[in-house]
């Protein structure tokens, strides 16, 4: 049977069809000495977009021809590396779409009718003692910028319809489609109302939203980040956050995760998530089933379902 490396965990679902298949070795359970003796035998890996594959692990899987990723970013996997390699990548694109995108949504909104403030003063019990709460903002008929007009950028902007927003994007390219093309970041933030993150990690895209960019989103602005903690500048965040330069802030990623700085948890103008864009039960198994389709039909016939795109033509 061939011997694949499980870096991270996995659900029982896809524990059980892996197993059934190939000898599993979980990284948990070994250390790099125990991988310099075995990692020759080990022909597949499994991980998730947080863990990816360090470069230390690579270097010891000498006989390495595939890495199934669990999740759409693969920023933790030297893309690049992988193809000098020869190495096959897969992700799970497209089922945690609506999900990103619903996450996105509730952020916003949370932002806007200030859900967090309410919800602590019923619980305070200031509504019996000092009346109606103070008035929220309307989320109806916004200006929102997408960076990252990809699967769950578009994803984001249908499923905000009901909300009847101009939507307006950035990317690096223009695209096909009726909404406005910001070439410039700092000209659509300055345009917006909102401006959610949802492009790839990796240095392409680090520090992408940075204080001029903030600024110009402004006082009444609000930025919601779904992609990585690394596409916005954290500490800039937190100044334009502290002095007022920013409104609000929805956020379900961070540079350091888990570590959440205590200046963005102490904010009041914060709603704040632990990465849980694409984590209900039913999206998860999506995700799982297709990190073990792709591992398996690499295994049976040397193709799979959703290479990344850097490895389509291997
Ligand atoms: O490369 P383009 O022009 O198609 O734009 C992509 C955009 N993007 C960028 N935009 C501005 N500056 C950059 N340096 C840059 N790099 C990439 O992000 C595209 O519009 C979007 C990514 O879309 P997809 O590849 O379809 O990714 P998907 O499935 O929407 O997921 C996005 C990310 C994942 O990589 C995870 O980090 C996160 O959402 O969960």
Redesign the pocket.
């Known amino acids: 049977m061939p011997e694949v490396l499980l870096i991270g965990g996995a659900s029982d679902a896809m524990l059980t069809r892996m197993e059934a298949a190939c000898t599993l070795h979980q990284w948990a359970d070994h250390d790099m000495a125990w991988l310099q003796s075995n990692g020759a035998a080990i022909t597949h890996v499994v991980t998730n977009?947080g863990a990816g594959v360090q470069p230390a692990i690579m270097d010891a899987l000498p006989n390495l021809k595939m890495i199934s990723c669990y999740?759409?970013?693969?920023?933790s996997i030297d893309a690049a590396e992988a193809v000098r390699r020869g190495i096959m990548v897969t992700h799970t694109?497209?089922v945690?779409?609506a999900e990103?995108a619903t996450t996105a949504v509730l952020l916003m909104l949370a932002c806007y009718r200030e859900m967090r403030r309410d919800d602590a003063y019923v619980r305070s019990g200031a509504w019996e003692t000092h009346g109606a709460a103070p008035l929220t903002r309307s989320a109806e008929n916004q200006t929102i910028g997408i960076?990252?007009?990809?699967?769950?950028?578009q994803a984001i902007a249908d499923k905000l319809a009901p909300w009847n927003p101009t939507i307006v994007y950035?990317?690096?390219?223009k695209?096909d489609v009726a909404y406005t093309y910001y070439a410039d970041?700092t000209d659509m933030a300055a345009a917006c109302d909102v401006l959610i993150c949802?492009?790839?990690?990796g240095p392409?895209?680090n520090k992408?939203v940075n204080a001029d960019v903030l600024a110009a989103l402004g006082p009444d602005g609000t930025l919601i980040n779904?992609?990585?903690g690394s596409v916005v500048d954290e500490a800039a965040l937190i100044d334009a956050l502290q002095s007022g330069a920013l409104g609000w802030a929805g956020l379900d990623v961070f540079e350091h995760e888990p570590h959440v700085p205590k200046a963005l948890r102490d904010l009041p103008n914060t709603v704040l998530l632990p990465h849980a864009?694409?984590a209900t039960v039913e999206t998860r198994a999506a995700m799982g089933a297709l990190t073990v389709d792709n591992l398996l039909q690499h295994i049976e016939k040397g193709t799979v379902i959703s290479a990344i795109?850097e490895c389509a033509d291997l």
């Open positions: 977009g999740g759409v970013g693969y920023d694109p497209d945690l779409n990103v960076l990252g007009l990809g699967r769950i950028g950035h990317s690096r390219s695209k970041l949802i492009t790839p990690g392409s895209t992408l779904v992609s990585r864009g694409s795109p």
